[in-house]
């Protein structure tokens, strides 16, 4: 079974410093990998994929994460906070055809 | 284009009263559908998961149901509600394979009084 563990549950950041959000996983086989973003009394949306190829991937919004196997980990970065990065990130993996799991969310919050 | 719906968005119930919410998906067939909780400082929870009609995969024992009549809606249900059932429900939708993304609803805020 694949777990995932979010290791802050909490960022606060000022505006345009640059932020990492940690994720690490556990999983026996290949995973892939994702990040969704979720604003306040929405749904989640997705952010970024990792499926296979370059292990840097990118969002349309400035967001990168690296796919390190050997750290098992897949943080999520920007070089410069918005106010409006505000909102909860979620890391999920899944293996196969098994539902995705989720972290327990790191709450990003950009202060002005 | 692909669509979600899921409603209602809030809903406030007394304890021991039914639970009936409802997910529908647009512009595909035959999606992998999803019900998952969202509680405070706890992330997503899969509840249940459903690869086809009359098919349901229950992630978590507790007194919610889920059904799937038809290829594009998919129901969660309880015939008594809980106190510990208030929460955040999502549904989502996937195509086929591990390696596709879901496509969450915009939630029910489920209050339990």
């Known amino acids: 079974a694949q777990s995932v563990t979010q290791l802050d549950s909490q960022v606060p950041v000022f505006e345009e410093a640059p932020v990492e959000l940690r994720c690490n996983y556990s999983?026996?086989?290949?995973?892939?990998l994702f990040w969704y973003v979720q604003y306040p009394n929405q749904g989640l949306q997705l952010l970024l994929k990792?499926?296979?190829?370059?292990?840097l991937v990118e969002s349309i919004n400035g967001f990168e994460a690296e796919f390190n196997k050997s750290q098992t980990s897949f943080h999520l970065r920007k070089p410069s906070v918005h106010i409006s990065d505000t909102a909860e990130y979620f890391c999920?993996?899944?293996?196969?055809?098994?539902?995705?799991?989720f972290g327990k969310g790191t709450r990003l919050s950009v202060i002005a | 284009s692909q669509t979600i719906h899921q409603w209602p968005a809030t809903l406030v119930q007394p304890v021991g009263s039914p639970l009936s919410l409802e997910c529908t998906v647009e512009?595909?067939?035959?999606?992998?559908l999803y019900w998952y909780r969202q509680a405070a400082g706890r992330g997503l929870q899969l509840l249940f998961y459903?690869?086809?009609?009359?098919?349901i995969s229950s992630e978590v024992p507790q007194n919610l149901s889920a059904s799937r009549p038809q290829d594009r809606q998919f129901i969660l249900s309880s015939k008594k509600l809980l106190l510990s059932d208030s929460g955040f429900y999502l549904c989502?939708?996937?195509?086929?394979?591990?390696?596709?993304?879901?496509?969450f609803g915009n939630g029910t805020r489920l209050t339990v009084t």
């Open positions: 989502a939708w996937s195509r086929t394979g591990g390696y596709s993304p879901l496509h």
């Open positions: 999983s026996s086989v290949s995973v892939y």
């Open positions: 990792y499926l296979s190829g370059s292990t």
């Open positions: 999920a993996v899944s293996a196969g055809n098994t539902p995705l799991v």
């Open positions: 512009g595909t067939s035959n999606p992998n």
């Open positions: 459903s690869v086809g009609i009359g098919q």
